[in-house]
Each structure stands twice: as structure tokens, then as C-alpha cells.
């Protein structure tokens, strides 16, 4: 056992590899009574407690609580990876999409992306609209409530 033992490292005799090293000290142990011919058969060997020693069981502890830490962090690393995949994935089905109409409609997509664009990058500034005919000011309905709804909270809340 101690043979064994000297030769598997700890994390390896308390964890993954415990039933190879449990088969091999059995191998050993049946080869040794062959050889002085017991007539003993070895069916098992259990490993009832397996603990690192004492002067050095909280490093190990330290160590443990390590090696979950990193499996954490490779599993959060893991799972945004699959979320950037899966956006970038998103993007290119849109992408292929908008290439398939642009290819069908070249002017119409271009107008139509164009307008797209514009709406996001003006949708929040004051807006005047100039066309072929002359400048039209922009009448920001949305706006024109607001003052209404105001004026009659002021007047709820004076009463």
C-alpha cells in the first residue's frame, strides 16, 4: 500500500484515480502471496479514508478550493464564449438576409438601409426637413401632448 501510495500524488489517490490505484495495490498484494504461495486470493481492496496529513491539510484545502475556482472561471469564460458566438451567429443570418434582398433589389435595400440608419442616428435631436420644394420644419407631435398633460396635472394638483 505504502508502495503505491509513494508513487500517485494525493489529489490523484483521493479523487479520479482512486479505483486504478485500489486495482493495482491488489495486483501487488496477489503477486506477493503467489510468490510465497499462500493459497490467499485477494478479491478487493477499499480505501476506507484517504485524508492529506495534518500539518498540511489546509494547503490542501487552499488548493482545492483553487482548482474550483478556476473550473468557475472556465466555465463562466465557456458560457460567454457561447453567447458571442450565438450574437455573431445572429449577425451573420441578418447579414445574409439583407444581402439576399440587396442582391433581389439593389436601390430599394440601399434607400431602405439608408433610412434605417437615419432613423437611429437622428431619432433623439430636433429635426428640420429639408426637401426639393423648400424647408419644412419638423412638427414633433409626441412633444405637443406633453405640455397639454402637464398643464392639467398643474391644474389637478392646485385644486
Given amino acids: 500500500m505504502r508502495e503505491a501510495m509513494s508513487r500517485t500524488k494525493l489529489t490523484d489517490a483521493i479523487g479520479p484515480q482512486r479505483a486504478q490505484i485500489a486495482a493495482a495495490v491488489r495486483n501487488r498484494i496477489q503477486d506477493v502471496l503467489d510468490s510465497y504461495q ?22 490542501f484545502k ?18 460567454y464564449r457561447q453567447q458571442l458566438v450565438s450574437k455573431a451567429q445572429g449577425e451573420t443570418a441578418r447579414f445574409n438576409a439583407v444581402y439576399e434582398q440587396y442582391r433581389l433589389a439593389p436601390e430599394v435595400t440601399r434607400r431602405r438601409l439608408y433610412l434605417e440608419t437615419m432613423e ?6 430636433d429635426k428640420t426637413i429639408v426637401e426639393a420644394s423648400g ?3 419638423y412638427l414633433p407631435l409626441d412633444q405637443a401632448t406633453k405640455p397639454a398633460a402637464a398643464a392639467a396635472a398643474a391644474t389637478t394638483n392646485a385644486q
Fill in 135 to 137: 424647408v419644412v420644419p
Fill in 38 to 59: 499462500s493459497g490467499i486470493t485477494i478479491t478487493g481492496v477499499l480505501f476506507s479514508k484517504v485524508d492529506p496529513p495534518a500539518a498540511v491539510e489546509q494547503a
Fill in 62 to 79: 487552499d488548493v482545492s478550493a483553487a482548482q474550483q475556482d478556476a473550473q468557475t472561471y472556465i466555465n463562466q469564460a465557456n458560457a
Fill in 120 to 125: 437611429q442616428v437622428l431619432s433623439g435631436m
